[in-house]
């Protein structure tokens, strides 16, 4: 069943798709040497990798897409949903990827609510088959599936991912009422998998009543992010600039330059490494970006 219809058949929806001294005044006091220390670059974009990635599980690196990416929106007036689907589908263009063209059968649902809670709880209840496939890591776990029923964050989200044949793209783990995949082993090594992580579903939930204080290009962009990358709802970001403050940052216009060199680095690394290998070359290669972003006044 597509997402569009799982939220239709919640029956929930509608289709409506400091003072200075004067030096003269006293004595000078005397001051050794002053050291001031920074955290290295590289240990910042560390964190920040560290804290926004949140994989399906903890031994196996972030999924991205590596397929067509069908944006759909639903409860929005057509106008608006359009405007969430374009700037969500030129983003996935400019990271290399496909985006579905009208009427594809969409694998990111934004579901726009009154009541973001309510809803996110009713389609799991509903249809939790498509939250909880039952394969092997696939997503997170059932406590984070409850955070995202009870949760009262402006947006929540859900990701179901896949660890597939690196090379024929079949699906790598078993489901309830199917074989075992058979996957060769012969190209692995020890710093590679024949295993690679797909994401095959997004569910955005947007509760209305709590995003008036931003504009619709923030809350497009805002889910753009999450559509296209596994980010971890409990992510502590407020160092950092980030999209993802938005709510707290009204100032952040849209996806910075660490939003836009993260998705470059997911979409950049050699995705058949081994998970902390994947972890690495990411902060590698968003290092590189974040080194040639043009200095902000």
């Given at each position: 069943m597509s997402f569009l219809a799982l939220a239709l058949a919640a029956g929930l929806l509608s289709q409506t798709p400091g003072q200075a001294q004067d030096p003269a005044s006293g004595p000078v006091a005397e001051l050794g040497d002053v050291v001031v220390e920074g955290r290295r670059l590289r240990s910042v974009v560390q964190s920040f990798v560290g804290e926004v990635?949140?994989?399906?599980?903890?031994?196996?690196g972030p999924a991205r897409w590596n397929g067509p990416v069908c944006i759909g929106v639903v409860n929005l007036r057509?106008?608006?949903?359009?405007?969430?689907?374009d700037?969500?589908?030129d983003v996935a263009r400019e990271l290399g990827l496909e985006a579905g063209e009208p009427g594809c059968a969409a694998n990111v649902l934004i579901i726009a609510a009154a009541d973001g809670q309510?809803?996110?709880d009713g389609i799991v209840e509903e249809r939790r088959r498509a939250f909880v496939p039952g394969g092997s890591g696939m997503t997170r776990t059932l406590s984070a599936l409850e955070d995202f029923r009870t949760s009262d964050a402006p947006v929540r989200w859900w990701h179901v991912s896949a660890p597939v044949d690196s090379e024929s793209g079949e699906l790598a783990t078993r489901l309830p009422g199917r074989d075992a995949p058979q996957i060769a082993v012969s190209r692995a090594s020890r710093i590679?998998?024949?295993i690679r992580d797909d994401l095959f579903k997004a569910i955005i939930v947007v509760d209305i009543s709590k995003v008036d204080s931003i504009s619709l290009p923030q809350l497009a962009d805002y889910c753009t992010l999450i559509a296209l990358a596994q980010v971890d709802p409990k992510a502590e970001v407020a160092s950092f600039e980030t999209i993802l403050n938005v709510f707290i940052d009204p100032t952040i216009t849209g996806l910075t330059s660490w939003d836009r060199d993260?998705?470059?680095?997911?979409?950049?690394?050699?995705?058949n490494r081994l998970g902390s290998a994947r972890g690495g070359e990411i902060v590698d290669l968003m290092m590189r970006g974040v080194r040639a972003d043009p200095v902000e006044d």
């Amino acid at each position: 069943m597509s997402f569009l219809a799982l939220a239709l058949a919640a029956g929930l929806l509608s289709q409506t798709p400091g003072q200075a001294q004067d030096p003269a005044s006293g004595p000078v006091a005397e001051l050794g040497d002053v050291v001031v220390e920074g955290r290295r670059l590289r240990s910042v974009v560390q964190s920040f990798v560290g804290e926004v990635t949140a994989p399906a599980t903890s031994d196996r690196g972030p999924a991205r897409w590596n397929g067509p990416v069908c944006i759909g929106v639903v409860n929005l007036r057509a106008e608006v949903a359009q405007y969430i689907v374009d700037r969500a589908s030129d983003v996935a263009r400019e990271l290399g990827l496909e985006a579905g063209e009208p009427g594809c059968a969409a694998n990111v649902l934004i579901i726009a609510a009154a009541d973001g809670q309510a809803v996110a709880d009713g389609i799991v209840e509903e249809r939790r088959r498509a939250f909880v496939p039952g394969g092997s890591g696939m997503t997170r776990t059932l406590s984070a599936l409850e955070d995202f029923r009870t949760s009262d964050a402006p947006v929540r989200w859900w990701h179901v991912s896949a660890p597939v044949d690196s090379e024929s793209g079949e699906l790598a783990t078993r489901l309830p009422g199917r074989d075992a995949p058979q996957i060769a082993v012969s190209r692995a090594s020890r710093i590679r998998t024949d295993i690679r992580d797909d994401l095959f579903k997004a569910i955005i939930v947007v509760d209305i009543s709590k995003v008036d204080s931003i504009s619709l290009p923030q809350l497009a962009d805002y889910c753009t992010l999450i559509a296209l990358a596994q980010v971890d709802p409990k992510a502590e970001v407020a160092s950092f600039e980030t999209i993802l403050n938005v709510f707290i940052d009204p100032t952040i216009t849209g996806l910075t330059s660490w939003d836009r060199d993260y998705l470059a680095a997911l979409y950049g690394i050699e995705q058949n490494r081994l998970g902390s290998a994947r972890g690495g070359e990411i902060v590698d290669l968003m290092m590189r970006g974040v080194r040639a972003d043009p200095v902000e006044d």
